[in-house]
DNA sequence: TATAAAATCAGTAATTATTACTGATTATTA
DNA sequence: TAATAATCAGTAATAATTACTGATTTTATA
């Protein structure tokens, strides 16, 4: 896989997404770049964001939502997501041996354990205070 | 949130995802039901799913290919992803104890973890055996 | 059992997310 | 600078999923 060719699209898009900590939909990433490149189609962050991904430069979420999320985060971290509201938020595990302790575990039955991803489901804060019950 | 009413339907969409160890899309789990109700359609299909995953009588899982995947298997375990065919294989760690001692590390910045679900990554014995190299 | 109320259905239309295609533009290479 | 390749915007098409409707079935109750 060689490398991409500069655009200044894909680097709006790219731009935008290390802004952001949240993990935003294509819509979101969408809307965004538009305000640097009016005329961006949403065709073209799709396609660069799938480039970016297939690279490996971005990481894509697929969360509680069914739409794509992407993160231009790509150190070894998983991630939190509401159930209510699907807010998705980073989890920097402090001692991160015990999933690749995991892998290996599993690597015992597959051959071919190149990552994992992990997620963690509950309610944010935010969702906490506004529900206390139920 | 009550119990579901009975439906044959319903019933044999269930029974058809016990047969079944491979986390069919609802696309296959279609095609199969029809086997028994040739009448049923694909929005009883989805509405029937979404009713049985939003009762934890199946559980649902987003794959590499963005297509929705069931598993009447709710027992506690994990997945084992394919990055070339997209199969989904079960995995259940010889120490699940790991699983519980993360989401315990995680508990400690948000309050309410009510579970998570954990992907592996890799190539399948099959895959590998197709390509030995790359 | 008969009947009323509620749940569920099939069929289909609509929506949403995503991908594919085309000819024009831009970037890279030599 | 000219040739080649990559990328683009715009749009059409596809695929997955949900929503709606009136008909049917199931459940609860008398």
């Known amino acids: 896989m ?21 993990h935003p939909s294509v819509e979101v990433i969408y809307n965004n770049v538009r305000d640097v490149i009016p005329d961006i ?23 509680l939502d069914s739409v794509d999320h992407f993160d ?3 150190r070894p971290h998983q991630h939190f997501m509401c159930t209510e509201c699907g807010r998705v938020e980073d989890i920097f595990l402090e001692d991160p041996s015990v999933v690749t302790a995991m892998e290996d575990q599993v690597r015992r039955h597959h051959d071919s354990v190149t990552g994992s991803d992990i997620y963690f489901y509950g309610r ?8 206390p019950e139920s």
Chains 1, 2 share one sequence.
Do not use: H, P, W
């Open 2 to 22: 060689k490398a991409l060719n500069k655009s200044k699209q894909r680097q709006a898009i790219l731009d935008f997404l290390c802004t952001r900590k949240d």
């Open 72 to 74: 231009a985060d790509i």
């Open 124 to 131: 944010c804060s935010e969702c906490l205070d506004k529900l």
């Open 41 to 63: 189609s949403l065709g073209t962050v799709y396609r660069n964001l799938n480039l970016l991904a297939d690279m490996g430069t971005v990481k894509r979420i697929r969360g």
